[in-house]
């Protein structure tokens, strides 16, 4: 009898054992818990925004050594809709979207073009602007008129651009082999044509013009438009949060006339889209 009873005692000791340990782990915080995005910004009162501060009038370092220009000002004003201060973080293009995959900025407004290959690895906001983008050669250049005169010429572009892509994947099985020359940024790759070193280059005139005035460079653009690309701000996949925050403040930007006006101060045209 006193077996039984002994036995019954360590089965009942074991079960209330046991069902402390279970509710111990139940009352223990989760550590799978989703992260909102959205709500992290919130909480640090900024949004770390990646751009490459080299491309004006889009983004780049004014004589205050801040960062200005179009994107800035969209994604200052983006930032300020959601209840936080955007702060810049500058980058080399080649390293961007590693940076935005790393965590390094929370999101990208550079001038990024929407592609279905982009979009497998990160989401995008609604389109912000609308870039068109045509081929540009030496002032006294009268050989290259399009695409189809770059078969055997060295043609400039920027490294891991969508422009890039555009020349490898369209423009070079179309018109045949043309050497192909990459540059971090925009204005060595006009400085290269200006001088002679690359016969033509792609790049859309919006982009090119300030620096084209700067620095009296005698180049020019040829022809029609060779593509029409749209740039959204990108983020990091599953953060439906940010995303829905992002095109809010642009939808609500465009209605109440301040996109147009952001617009207007770098281009001094009506938006495009």
């Known amino acids: 009898m006193r077996k039984v009873q002994k036995k019954m005692f360590m089965f009942f000791g074991m079960f209330i054992l046991m069902s402390m340990i279970f509710v111990s782990c139940n009352l223990k915080p989760s550590s799978d818990k ?43 004003e983006v930032a300020k809709r959601i209840g936080v201060k955007a702060e810049f973080i500058t980058t080399e293009w080649a390293g961007i979207i590693g940076g935005l995959e790393k965590g390094k900025f929370d ?3 550079s001038q990024m073009t929407i592609t279905d290959e982009r979009k497998a ?15 540009i050669v030496r002032e006294d250049n009268e050989k290259i008129k399009s695409i189809e005169d770059f078969k055997g010429k060295k043609i400039g572009v920027g490294l891991g651009t969508n422009d890039e892509q555009y020349l490898r994947e369209v423009a070079m ?16 790759s006009l400085m290269d044509l200006n001088t002679g070193r690359i016969d033509a280059t792609i790049n859309n005139m919006f982009a090119i013009k300030p620096q ?19 740039a959204g701000m990108a983020i990091r996949k599953e953060n439906p949060e940010f995303l829905a925050a992002l095109d809010k403040a642009l939808e609500d930007m465009k209605a109440d006339g301040t996109y147009k006006s952001i617009f207007m101060k770098w281009f001094g045209v009506e938006p495009n889209i």
Request: proline fraction near 4%; glycine fraction near 6%.
């Open 212 to 230: 084209i005035e700067k620095n009296n460079l005698k180049v020019k653009a040829v022809g029609t438009a060779i593509k029409e690309d749209f």
């Open 173 to 188: 099985p179309k018109v045949g082999n043309f050497e192909i020359v990459t540059y971090n940024d925009v204005i060595t």
């Open 107 to 109: 999101i990208v407004v």
């Open 121 to 135: 690895t990160m989401d995008f906001s609604k389109p912000y602007i609308k870039n068109s983008v045509n081929v």
């Open 34 to 76: 989703k992260i909102i995005l959205l709500d992290e910004i919130k909480k640090s009162g900024k949004m770390r925004v990646g751009l490459m501060g080299t491309y004006p009038p889009y983004n780049f370092l004014n004589a205050n050594n801040e960062v200005d220009g179009f994107d800035a000002d969209i994604a200052k």
